[in-house]
């Protein structure tokens, strides 16, 4: 009972704060508008894959292949059975087992289902650069090229290949699009501007949007760095440090503050829990689901930095099972995750209508 007040305090108190920051920058309430809620998606699954990387649960739909076209079907199926409108999907280098499931596995279903998809585009893993180290655009790869050079070569592919789809996920018109690990970056800005530039060129106007928040203080980000080359910033996933969510709290309140006064916004993400010690080692901290009650307090906080002129919620993830992040359907929560993100969904889309409480 007691862990049950503190989380409904927790989510009270930020939908305050919410509404408050939102009054004082003086924005008139708004009509009710369309709440996106995507969650990010792996084309990367194979045979080699899960032997050499471990899950941390055990998929219903077994060791499955990425590139299995009835898996992607199935995954769609989930999707809108937890009521979600698209995927974010991990994007990698355009040569790779990834980007060939996406063009003959996911795509096609994308298509037919009439499902929306967005990309992910994984920075670090795309460029060959390892990710726990600063992301130098202006260092050059082993091949010698400029590693920016390679990252707007990536994203006119990009441009070329999916970004004009017709089930590709646009804001205002505009083809959405994560990038990975901003925060890590350095020398980024010149590659960033030539990046959109290349896409002007190809008739596209983006909608970026930096993995960027994590434990610094919002106020304390290159915001001027941000403003000119991304319209929103988010988190991919921010972890653990004590007291994660009320911290998680305090750091979507000042984000989302310091975002709006520079005409950007901030996206909050949600995750089910986390656990990646069978990946990476058993010191590793894990984020309990609580038999469902993280997910729901995680939604309670996140959900009230949606509205009318930010509609995006994003989930960590769909099936990320190295690291026990999945909604998917397991042997170990069946389909528990799908039904209480459907129901949570539901209550953010009955709220922004005007219908629920």
């Known amino acids: 009972m007691r862990t049950a007040l503190v989380g409904l305090a927790l989510v009270l108190s930020v939908v305050v704060l919410a509404l408050l920051s939102r009054q004082q920058a003086g924005m008139a309430p708004a009509p009710p508008a369309e709440v996106l809620v995507g969650a990010h998606y792996y084309p990367w699954y194979d045979a080699e894959r899960w032997a050499g990387q471990p899950a941390t649960d055990t998929p219903k739909l077994g060791r499955y292949r990425s590139a299995d076209r009835a898996v992607v079907a199935e995954h769609i199926r989930g999707a809108r059975e937890a009521d979600l409108d698209f995927f974010m999907v991990s994007c990698l280098s355009p040569g790779g087992r990834e980007a060939k499931n996406l063009r003959e596995a996911v795509l096609p279903e994308v298509e037919a289902a009439g499902f929306r998809f967005a990309l992910h585009y994984e920075t670090p893993i ?31 592919h990009l441009a070329r290949t999916y970004l004009g789809h017709p089930c590709y996920l646009r804001h205002g018109g505009r083809a959405v699009v994560m990038v990975y690990l901003v925060r890590n970056m350095v020398n980024a800005g010149p590659y960033l501007r030539a990046a959109r530039a290349l896409l002007a060129g190809h008739g596209i ?33 921010m972890y653990h440090r004590p007291d994660f969510l009320p911290g998680v709290a305090v750091q979507y309140h000042a984000a989302d503050r310091a975002a709006r006064v520079r005409g950007m916004r901030m996206i909050p993400h949600v995750m089910p829990g986390y656990d990646d010690t069978r990946l990476r080692g058993g010191g590793r901290v894990t984020l309990d689901r609580r038999g469902g009650e993280f997910y729901r307090e995680y939604w309670g906080i996140a959900s009230a930095f949606v509205g009318p002129d930010q509609p995006f919620l994003l989930v960590t993830t769909f099936n990320e099972w190295h690291e026990g992040t999945e909604l998917e359907p397991s042997a170990e929560y069946g389909d528990t995750y799908l039904r209480l993100t459907r129901e949570m969904t539901g209550a953010l889309r009955n709220r922004q209508a005007g219908t629920g409480p």
């Open 205 to 237: 106007a983006p909608y970026l949007v930096a993995d960027v928040m994590y434990w610094e203080r919002p106020g304390e980000l290159d915001w001027p760095f941000l403003t000119e080359n991304f319209e929103a910033v988010t988190a991919y996933n």
């Open 126 to 156: 795309a460029l060959g650069l390892p990710p726990d180290k600063p992301i130098d655009l202006a260092a050059r790869l082993p091949d010698g090229t400029v590693a920016g050079v390679r990252l707007v070569e990536h994203f006119d």
